[in-house]
Structure formats: structure tokens, C-alpha cells
């Protein structure tokens, strides 16, 4: 039978690019592309979600990894900065400082400040700090005060002399003296003008010592009373210090805050603080009193003073610059690689201290969010999403504004030391997220928040069409690589092996990869064995080579598998006819290779009701749409052969050495043939393999990795020795999918391999058998010779045997025969 009219040629089993076509003779001729091909439904949604100013307008960049999804937000923002260049009040663009509360010290207090401001402020406090340490002390060391001081001091001592002496003068009276002990003041008895020792005071009569104790009892209470005035000229005398101090303090600290609070009126946090700040210098005048020698020891700069134990009294005076845009052209672009929780959000630096942390406003740090205020945030999706925690506290600060920093220990539901609570930042951002398509159905169908505050979606294509004008584009992008990356340019030859390159990368012919990471790499490579021939130019064959070279790198998978078949451990035939046994194709997906092998698929019919066995399900080795493709098999099976009669055979179809899982449906046609080989007891080829999946009407329809498939059985075929009679069957419909390798295609041109393209079960058959499939004849009939008339004989033939086995029905019985 002639099975030729089936067959493809060699040039369609390939696009090749034509190098005449080009009007240039080398890449340094074309201007190097500064345009993104092929990605306008991409583009467009990206300039109008960084247009929109409304509230959830931020963008998902949905595509494959290497279609340009960063470099493209990129290069669209800072267009649209570029064109908003000179209307910054289209950006609230500010610097914002944390300062300390005076009313609440563990909740410090945020003010934002234009732009480049913020220094300005902590260096206006910094030396604010300096005049008012220089010049209080100055103050307070001036004879002037010294003086006023010493006359406050000397008045209270004179005050407290004469007090004491009264009462000296009245115990001398009374026959007692004063005098100072370790102990206090004591009051000792006279006789003569002598003091009595305790044995000469015991000898007295007791009529004379009741009356010196009475005497002395008196003398204690007018003791007390002097002590409490002198307690009392001494509070007097500190008040007084108190107030001198201030008043010397006041005339300084006035001097030096005027100024500021004139300078930042307008700011109603700032000059809030200063006034706070006033008073809370004068009310903590002895700061200032520090000698010189405690004044050069002391840092400014540090939040605790070791040496006093305790927190630093000049704390309110420094200013935490939280976030800085003074080096900031235009609104920050901020990309975040590692969203953890902190990253994005800050966090609270503690020291550790007699046993224990401590912590204040200058050891706040911002996070991405805080450092995007007012422009731009771009981030991964998929990290966003690992990192615990991060993800809810994301979409809340985007739907509130506001922007706070909190322990990550709280947001795990951990206990987390007691620490400051800072006051929220407002917050503008807008947030441009990095993921895949699959990633955004999940978020869009299981997060009822994503809609609210993600409402462009920005879809990137994974492929463009190839007409000239991104074959153009391609060549200029090509220019473009070498001029940025410093590369020896590319002849005619060399782009159009990169474009071949890029069309079998989305297995069409009629299209090109937009996925320019990957083209970019090949550039590399390519120029890398060009420059190691010390080749002028890149060309075709550097270009071949870099794909040899990196296919041979990452393709010892394939070797192995191919050299378990060429040693029988994996069971291949690639020649001769085997009834029931076909060879198959499947594709082996190891992530950094995808290569395709044969696999033998045995059926075995024989008697009885169960229908299509599928052994790979028994041992729950297939997959869902292997099931299925099972399932439309017997379908199909019933539509064709069971019109008149229902099907009465068991057929059990395998895998054979199959020790993984099965998946997709692409081996259906392979299991169908396998049957009715068996059925019709006619022998299947095994020069030809098979890939396909079928529907109930007996169609073929595409699949997927055809290249791969039909690149992997001409391995094996050639590893065994090519005859001229081996090939690969396949659908139709895969025609433009088709971008072989040069050595499958220079085979298939000389007549040693074959490829077959077919549009129903029926022309497969016959390719494989060599015997018509028989159409169908008005009466149901099929010619009794044909692959189908055998395979309805066969079926009768089994039903027959199968009813006179199970004997005649009895009265009553329901039957599933034929009658």
C-alpha cells in the first residue's frame, strides 16, 4: 500500500531563515533597539497603571521568565518620570524624620519634611545641641552667676548659723552645751561650766537628773524646730538655685531656639517639638553644668552614655533621618530582591544592656515600603508570598496607606520583647508585582483583597509573530546586545541561526520567542566561540555551536536513557512488526532539558465484559488526562464497532517498563492501534513511532513536544542503525510546530527517516500495517480484508464465543450480549 501521500518533505519540516533577506552584511550597521517587540497589550497596561492615580491601581506583570517583564516596568517609569520632569507636585516626594515624644516616649513621633530637609533639621538640632552645652556652660561658669550663687548660698548659711546659735544660747541657759557627734547634734549636760561624763551624771541624786532630763526633753523639741527651719531655708535656698538657673538658662536657651522655631513656623509638628524641646531644656538646666572635660567625653551621636547607666539625657535632641530623598533624582524606584518581612517593613534595632535590651527613635530602620514612599516598588511575587507574615501586613498597609513598624514576632503570634511602638508613616506607593499567570489566577480567585488593590494586570506574550518587522527588531535587539555587552558583532548567517533559534524555542514556525533573556544568552555564547576561533565576526556556525555545546552540557539524562536502550535493558524494536505492540512517544521534562524517547505500549485482548484495562491506573501510575484519553479511546471504540451489538472484550493496554507516572493523552492513538492490532491479529511496524491524541470520532489531534518526540526516536534509530524505512507518525495539525534539528532534516531528504502527518485513526492504521482500514459501507458493513472488517469480525466472533460460554439466558435474566 502506499503510505508516500502521507508523507512531509524536508522543507517543511523546518523554517530556515534566508540571509539574503536581510539588507544589512553585519550587525554594527543597525542601530541598536531601545523598543520592546512584540508586548503593545503589555505596554499599554503598564502606562496606564502608572498613570492612574486612583486608589488599587497597582500593576501584576503576569508572563514566563526572560519575556523582559522588569526591564520593561522599568524603562516605563522612568519615561514617565522623564515626561513629568518639572511638575514635581505630580510626586509627594518628602524626607521623613523620627523625633522623640515627650508625652509618650515609647510611641515616637514621625514629621515629614520637603525633600532634602531632613539632615538640614538633625544637623539644625545637632548644633542647636552644641550652642546650648557651649553656652550654658559658659553661662553657668560666669562670675556673675558665680556670685549671684554664692550670695543665694551665703545668705542660707548665715540664716542657719544664727538660728543655731539662738538655740546654743538658750541651752547654755538651761545648763546644757551642743555638741556634734558621728550620730547628730547632742545635748550634754553643765555643772560649773563643765560638761558631765555619764558616771558623774549617774551620781547625782535622782531628784537632780529628773530635773535635767525634763530640761533636756524641752531642748529636743526647740532641736526639732530648728531642724525643720533649716530644712525648710534649705528647700527655699534650692528653689532660688533653681530659679537663677533657669533664668540664666532661659535668657540663653531663648537666644538660640528663636531662630529655629521662626525657620520651621510652617511646619506645625516641628515647631510642636521645639517648644517641647525649650522646656524641656529648661527644666533640665543641670545638664549644662558638665565641665569641659565631661563635655569632650560626652558623644552627640550616641543614643546611651555608658558611664551614666542609663538612657542618655540629650536623647530628645537627636533626630533619626528615617528616609533621605535628598540624593533622589525624581521619585525613588525602589526593587526589593528579598521581601522578607523586615525588608519590607523595617524594623527596631536593640542594644544590649546590664542584662537587657533597650532601644529608642534613633534605632529605627526603614524597610522597601518606607524607602518607595511617594514612587515606585517593584517585587517578586512568589517571595513576597514565602516570606511568613509578609504578604498580610503587604496588602494591608496598601489598603490603609499608613505604614507602621511592628515586631515580626507579633505578626507570627510569638511573644516578642517589649519595645517602641512608632507612630505610622502615610504612605503613596505604587507597587509593581513580578509573577507568573499561574500565580495570579491563584491570587485572583482565592485572595478577595487581590481585585481590591491589584486591578492592572499587565499580561507579557511568550512569543511575537514572525513578520519582517520583528525580524528587524530582532536583528537590531541582536546589535543592541553586542554594543551593550562589548561583543564581536553578527553577520547575516549568525541572525538568522539566532532567529531559527528563537522560532524552535515556542515550537511554531510562524512565530519568534519574546522571551529575550534566553536570546540574549545565546548572543553570549555564541560570541564566546567566535572570539575563542579569533573569528572577526560571529557567525551561523558559532552560533550552532553554542547550541551544540550547551545541548551537550545538560544532556546526559538523554544519553543514559538511550544507552540502556541500545543495550536491551530498556526494550525498544525499530524494525520489523510486532501484533498488539507499537512504539510510543513521551516527553521527559528534567527542568534544564527536555528531551523525547520512545516507549513500548502492549495490548492484550481476550474474553470477556470489562472493557479497556488500564494497567498504568490499576497500579495508580497514570495521570488525570492519561484517564481520560483512555476513557475517549473506548468511546471511540463504541461509536465505530458497537453500533449493532455492545462490545464484549477485555483489553489490557500497558506501558511497558514504565516505572513513574503517566500523564497526558498524547499516547491514545498509540494505545488504539496497539488494540486493534491485537483485535485484527494484523502486525503493527515497528520502524514507526507514534504520537497523537485522539477524539470520539476518530480524529487526531495535536500534541505537545513533537519536535523533541520525533528528534528522540531518530536517535535510537540511528544509535541501531538506520534502514530507510523508520519514521515518526504524527498529527497533521503539528505541521507548523515542526523546527527539527539540521540532522533529522538532512535524513529525512535522503530517504533514511521518515515523517508522516496524518488527520484520523484510520490513515495511522494503514500506515502502520500496510492493509486498507476499510470504509464503512451503506449496509454498516466493512470490506472483510480491511483492518476495521477484521477487527468487526473478531468482535463477533468473541461475542459469540463469550454467549455460548455463559449458556442460554433464563427467564427473567437481563443480558449484556448479543442476542
Not at 84 to 111: K, L
Not at 683 to 697: K, M, Y
Request: with cysteine.
Amino acid at each position: 500500500m502506499d503510505i508516500s501521500r502521507y508523507e512531509v518533505s524536508a522543507e517543511r519540516l523546518a523554517w530556515r531563515c534566508d540571509p539574503a533577506q536581510f539588507e544589512f552584511d553585519c550587525t554594527d550597521e543597525l542601530a541598536p533597539l531601545h523598543e520592546f517587540i512584540g508586548q503593545d497589550r503589555a505596554i499599554r497596561a503598564i502606562e496606564f497603571g502608572l498613570s492612574m492615580e486612583r486608589d488599587g491601581y497597582n500593576i501584576y506583570l503576569s508572563g514566563l521568565t526572560g519575556t523582559g517583564k522588569t526591564t520593561v516596568a522599568r524603562t516605563y517609569i522612568a519615561k514617565l518620570i522623564e515626561e513629568r520632569r518639572g511638575r514635581e507636585e505630580d510626586y509627594r516626594i518628602s524626607d521623613w524624620c523620627y523625633i522623640h515624644n515627650f508625652s509618650q516616649p515609647d510611641r515616637p513621633r514621625v514629621v515629614e519634611l520637603p525633600r532634602s530637609n531632613g539632615r538640614v533639621f538633625r544637623d539644625d538640632i545637632a548644633i542647636l545641641l552644641q550652642h546650648l552645652r557651649r553656652d550654658l556652660t559658659n553661662a553657668f561658669s560666669s562670675e556673675e552667676y558665680k556670685a549671684q550663687r554664692k550670695a543665694i548660698v551665703d545668705e542660707s548659711q548665715t540664716r542657719q548659723q544664727e538660728m543655731f546659735n539662738e538655740l546654743r544660747s538658750e541651752a547654755a541657759k538651761k545648763g546644757f552645751m551642743i555638741q556634734t557627734t558621728q550620730a547628730g547634734l547632742a545635748l550634754v549636760p553643765m555643772k560649773d561650766n563643765k560638761a558631765l561624763s555619764q558616771d558623774e551624771f549617774m551620781g547625782l541624786d535622782e531628784i537632780e537628773r529628773q530635773a535635767i532630763e525634763k530640761a533636756r526633753d524641752e531642748l529636743r523639741k526647740d532641736l526639732e524646730t530648728l531642724f525643720e527651719g533649716v530644712h525648710g531655708i534649705e528647700r527655699e535656698t534650692a528653689e532660688r538655685l533653681q530659679e537663677e538657673d533657669r533664668r540664666v538658662a532661659e535668657h540663653t536657651a531663648t537666644r538660640l531656639f528663636e531662630p529655629l522655631i521662626d525657620k520651621y513656623a510652617e511646619l506645625s509638628q516641628i515647631a510642636q517639638y521645639l517648644t517641647e524641646l525649650r522646656a524641656y531644656t529648661l527644666d533640665r538646666a543641670d545638664l549644662f553644668k558638665s565641665t569641659e572635660n565631661e563635655k569632650s567625653s560626652g558623644a552627640i551621636a550616641t543614643a546611651f552614655d555608658v558611664s551614666r547607666l542609663g538612657p542618655d539625657p540629650f536623647l530628645p535632641f537627636y533626630i533619626n533621618v528615617f528616609v533621605d530623598n535628598g540624593a533622589t533624582e525624581g521619585p525613588p524606584i525602589v526593587t526589593e530582591t528579598n521581601p522578607s518581612y523586615v525588608n519590607l517593613f523595617g524594623k527596631v534595632e536593640r542594644k544590649f544592656m546590664l542584662g537587657g535590651y533597650i532601644s529608642d527613635h534613633t534605632m529605627l530602620k526603614p524597610g522597601a515600603l518606607h524607602l518607595a514612599n511617594g514612587g515606585y516598588l517593584l517585587l517578586s511575587a512568589a517571595d513576597v508570598l514565602a516570606s511568613p507574615a509578609a504578604w498580610p501586613a503587604f496588602k494591608r498597609a496598601l489598603k490603609t496607606r499608613e505604614l507602621g513598624i511592628e515586631e515580626p514576632f507579633e505578626q507570627l503570634g510569638l511573644v516578642a520583647p517589649q519595645g517602641l511602638r512608632p507612630l505610622p508613616i502615610p504612605i503613596h506607593v505604587k507597587v509593581v508585582l513580578i509573577g507568573d499567570s499561574m500565580l495570579y489566577q491563584l491570587l485572583s480567585t482565592y485572595d478577595e483583597d487581590f481585585w481590591e488593590i491589584f486591578k492592572v494586570k499587565a499580561d507579557f506574550n511568550y512569543e511575537v509573530a514572525r513578520n519582517v518587522d520583528n525580524m528587524k527588531s530582532y536583528a537590531a535587539f541582536i546589535a543592541g546586545c553586542c554594543v551593550d555587552c562589548e561583543l564581536k558583532h553578527f553577520d547575516r548567517s549568525a541572525v538568522g541561526r539566532v532567529m531559527e533559534y528563537a522560532s524552535r524555542m515556542v515550537a511554531n514556525q510562524e512565530k519568534l520567542s519574546s522571551r529575550f533573556a534566553f536570546i540574549k544568552e545565546l548572543v553570549e555564547e555564541s560570541e564566546y566561540w567566535a572570539r575563542k576561533e579569533d573569528a572577526k565576526l560571529v557567525s551561523g556556525n558559532h552560533v550552532e555551536k553554542a547550541i551544540e555545546e550547551r545541548r551537550f552540557r545538560h544532556n546526559l539524562p538523554d544519553e543514559r536513557m538511550r544507552e540502556m536502550m541500545q543495550e536491551g535493558t530498556i526494550l525498544i524494536d525499530t524494525h520489523g512488526s510486532v501484533t498488539g505492540q507499537v512504539n510510543g512517544l513521551s516527553v521527559y521534562s528534567m527542568g534544564d532539558i527536555t528531551f523525547g524517547k520512545p516507549s513500548r505500549i502492549t495490548c492484550r485482548t481476550y474474553l470477556g465484559r470489562d472493557g479497556v484495562i488500564n494497567i498504568e491506573r490499576e497500579a495508580n501510575l497514570s495521570g488525570s488526562t492519561h484517564d481520560k484519553g483512555i476513557l475517549i479511546m473506548s468511546g471511540y471504540l463504541g461509536w465505530k464497532y458497537a453500533q449493532d451489538a455492545p462490545l464484549s472484550l477485555t483489553a489490557s493496554l500497558c506501558f511497558e517498563q514504565s516505572y513513574g507516572g503517566v500523564d497526558g493523552d498524547s499516547a491514545s492513538c498509540a494505545e488504539l492501534y496497539a488494540l486493534l492490532s491485537s483485535l485484527a491479529d494484523i502486525p503493527l511496524s515497528q520502524d514507526i513511532a507514534v504520537t497523537g491524541s485522539i477524539n470520539q470520532q476518530g480524529e487526531v489531534q495535536p500534541i505537545g513536544g513533537v519536535n523533541q518526540k520525533i528528534e528522540g526516536f531518530f536517535s535510537i534509530c540511528r544509535a541501531q542503525g538506520l534502514t530507510g524505512t523508520q519514521g515518526v507518525m504524527i498529527p497533521s495539525r503539528n505541521l507548523r510546530n515542526l523546527t527539527l534539528r539540521d540532522d533529522v532534516i538532512e535524513a529525512v531528504r535522503k530517504g533514511q527517516f521518515h515523517v508522516y502527518a496524518i488527520d484520523s485513526v484510520d490513515q495511522g492504521i494503514e500506515i502502520l500495517t500496510g492493509v486498507p482500514a476499510g470504509r464503512r459501507r451503506r449496509d454498516g458493513s466493512y470490506p472483510p480484508r480491511s483492518v476495521n472488517g477484521r477487527v468487526i469480525e473478531q468482535l463477533q466472533v468473541m461475542a459469540g464465543k463469550l454467549k455460548a460460554y455463559q449458556g442460554p439466558r433464563r427467564h427473567g435474566d437481563v443480558g449484556s450480549g448479543v442476542d
